[in-house]
T-cell receptor
Framework: EAGVTQFPSHSVIEKGQTVTLRCDPI?????LYWYRRVMGKEIKFLLH????????ESGMPNNRFLAERTGGTYSTLKVQPAELEDSGVYFC???????????????FGSGTRLTVV | QKEVEQNSGPLSVPEGAIASLNCTYS??????FFWYRQYSGKSPELIMS??SNGDKEDGRFTAQLNKASQYVSLLIRDSQPSDSATYLC?????????????WGLGTSLAVNP
C-alpha cells in the first residue's frame, strides 16, 4: 500500500510569492488533514477534509491560505502571498476513519519544508 | 497553560533500560490519546493509541492513561539505540473539535549504547 505522498519535499520562495503544496492520501482514505509545524512550536491543525468537503478549517491562519480537494482525491494547499511567518513543515495525514471514532491514528506524509525568505 | 505538555528533554537512558515519557493535558473531556515517534527530518509515526484508563501494551511499548490526573505516559522497555527519536504526545480534542489532534512539543529520547 502506498503511503501518503507530499510534494515538493522542500520549497524556498521569496516573500510575496505563491506556493502550492500537494498531498496524495492513501487510496480509499476519505479523511485528509493538513497540519503545520513552525520551528520551536507544536504541530498545529490547519484543516480536515472528508472526501471533497471541508469538515473543519478552524486552524487555517488567515485568508492567504486556500486548501482544496477536488474530487475527494488529492489535496492542494496554496499560500498566496507567502509571508516570512509561513515558514515551517507542512504535514498531510490521512485516515480511513475520522479520529472521532475510537483511537484510530493518522498516517502522515513526509511533509513539505517551506522556507519563505 | 499549554493544552498538551511534555518535558522537552533530552531524556537519556542506557541501552536495555526502561524509558519513561510523560504527557499532561488540560482539557478534562479529551477522549483519545496518541504517542507518535518522529526521527529527525522524518514524519511522525504512530506507535500507540489509548482511550481507556489503565495500561495498554504492545511489544516493548506500554501506554498508561489516567484521566482523573490528566496524564498519559509511554514506557519503552529494553530501550534500543534505534528508539532514539522525539516522542510526540497528541490528544483528541473535546466534542465539536473531536477530529483534530492537539500536540505536545515532544520529548527527545537518546538511548546510549
Amino acid at each position: 500500500e502506498a503511503g501518503v505522498t507530499q510534494f515538493p519535499s522542500h520549497s524556498v520562495i521569496e516573500k510575496g510569492q505563491t506556493v502550492t503544496l500537494r498531498c496524495d492520501p492513501i487510496s480509499g482514505h476519505d479523511n485528509l488533514y493538513w497540519y503545520r509545524r513552525v520551528m520551536g512550536k507544536e504541530i498545529k491543525f490547519l484543516l480536515h477534509f472528508v472526501k471533497e468537503s471541508k469538515q473543519d478549517e478552524s486552524g487555517m491562519p488567515n485568508n492567504r491560505f486556500l486548501a482544496e480537494r477536488t474530487g475527494g482525491t488529492y489535496s492542494t494547499l496554496k499560500v498566496q502571498p507567502a509571508e516570512l511567518e509561513d515558514s515551517g513543515v507542512y504535514f498531510c495525514a490521512s485516515s480511513q476513519h475520522p479520529v472521532a471514532r475510537g483511537a484510530y491514528g493518522y498516517t502522515f506524509g513526509s511533509g513539505t519544508r517551506l522556507t519563505v525568505v | 497553560q499549554k493544552e498538551v505538555e511534555q518535558n522537552s528533554g533530552p531524556l537519556s537512558v542506557p541501552e536495555g533500560a526502561i524509558a519513561s515519557l510523560n504527557c499532561t493535558y488540560s482539557d478534562r473531556v479529551s477522549q483519545s490519546f496518541f504517542w507518535y515517534r518522529q526521527y529527525s527530518g522524518k514524519s511522525p509515526e504512530l506507535i500507540m493509541s489509548i482511550y481507556s484508563n489503565g495500561d495498554k501494551e504492545d511489544g516493548r511499548f506500554t501506554a498508561q492513561l489516567n484521566k482523573a490526573s490528566q496524564y498519559v505516559s509511554l514506557l519503552i522497555r529494553d530501550s534500543q539505540p534505534s528508539d532514539s527519536a522525539t516522542y510526540l504526545c497528541a490528544v483528541r480534542g473535546r466534542a465539536g473539535n473531536n477530529r483534530k489532534l492537539i500536540w505536545g512539543l515532544g520529548t527527545s529520547l537518546a538511548v546510549n549504547p
